[in-house]
T-cell receptor, first 116, second 112 residues
């Protein structure tokens, strides 16, 4: 099946610094990728839709200047958490839309971010 | 996209079939039913999807009622590794919003 990777798998950073998370589709091209956030014991919450070569579309309540998304190629999207604060600590998950006949999303393994 | 309702939790004995229900009474004619699962601290995994016919793959079977207002995901021989949160989502497959809106899902615990 289609594989999506994320890097890093976990990261600890200090408050006020920025962190970049990469999402790659390894064996297919994805014009559309999605970024989700998941707090403990809660469901996934969609943050933004990332389209290759164009600006990301953010969900209501998600600060686009704080969560910078870049989808520079058909296999790579990045999420940068700028000026991170402890409340940004969460599990960040990306997915890539496979445009084949099944048309489903494949998810990465997630990145655990801890801001101290 | 239509909303779904799932029981918050279920238990199943190892080796037995696990039947996970989902209600989607407001589903539209062009919306598919998708099932994903999330094992603790991992990304969600696609299981199966269908429109109106029953579907089966190597992981599970999907039974959709004739009126399409509900469906059941069947894991025929549950194993301990099937313990996860299972999400039922309805959405348009193409031409509409490609977003997946996750509800709270059903936490399935498979017991030895």
């Amino acid at each position: 099946g289609a594989v999506v990777s994320q890097h890093p798998s976990w990261v600890i950073c200090k408050s006020g610094t920025s962190v970049k998370i990469e999402c790659r589709s390894l064996d297919f091209q994805a014009t559309t990728m999605f970024w989700y956030r998941q707090f403990p014991k809660q469901s996934l919450m969609l943050m933004a839709t990332s389209n290759e070569g164009s600006k990301a579309t953010y969900e209501q309540g998600v600060e686009k200047d704080k969560f910078l998304i870049n989808h520079a190629s058909l296999t790579l999207s990045t999420l940068t958490v700028t000026s991170a604060h402890p409340e940004d600590s969460s599990f960040y998950i990306c997915s890539a839309l496979h445009g084949g006949t099944a048309y489903e999303q494949y998810f990465g393994p997630g990145t655990r971010l801890t801001v101290t | 996209d239509a909303k779904t309702t799932q029981p918050p939790s279920m238990d199943c004995a190892e080796g037995r079939a696990a039947n996970l229900p989902c209600n989607h009474s407001t589903i539209s004619g062009n919306e598919y039913v998708y099932w994903y699962r999330q094992i603790h601290s991992q990304g969600p995994q696609y299981i199966i999807h269908g429109l109106k016919n029953n579907e089966t793959n190597e992981m599970a079977s999907l039974i959709i009622t004739e009126d399409r207002k509900s469906s059941t995901l069947i894991l025929p021989h549950a194993t301990l590794r099937d313990t996860a949160v299972y999400y039922c989502i309805v959405r348009v497959a193409k031409g509409g919003s490609e977003k997946l809106v996750f509800g709270k899902g059903t936490k399935l615990t498979v017991n030895p």
